[in-house]
């Protein structure tokens, strides 16, 4: 059983930079294609982007394609998420998870985009 731990997040001005980064346990991780999620107040989770098992291929939701870029480390079961150029309606609790089917959510992480 995988289990994912998000981190990186916090309050940051509109137009700045996080990183947010997902461990993970167990040793599937290389073996799965895997993704971040965000959920804003009041909405459902969305998926945010993808990555495949060896990080040759990723895909992003509209919003934030040209932004935010995702990566992996599989020597160290980490998942990365790069955000640029931050703006208010990315502000959510970011988790990451594997896709198509999601296994246990971990507690995920919050990004606040405010001045």
């Known amino acids: 059983q995988v289990q994912f731990v998000e981190s990186g997040g916090g309050l940051v001005q509109p137009g700045g930079s996080l990183r947010l980064s997902c461990a993970a346990s167990g040793s599937i991780f290389r073996t799965l294609t895997l993704g971040w999620y965000r959920q804003a107040p009041g909405k459902q989770r969305e998926f945010v982007a993808r990555?495949?098992?060896?990080?040759?291929?990723?895909h992003y939701l509209t919003p934030v394609e040209g932004r935010f870029t995702i990566s992996r480390d599989n020597t160290k079961n980490t998942l990365y998420l790069q955000m640029n150029s931050l703006k208010p309606e990315d502000t959510a609790v970011y988790y990451c998870n594997s896709i198509p089917n999601p296994i246990q959510w971990g507690q995920g992480t919050q990004v606040t985009v405010s001045s």
């Open positions: 990555i495949t098992t060896s990080g040759d291929m990723t």
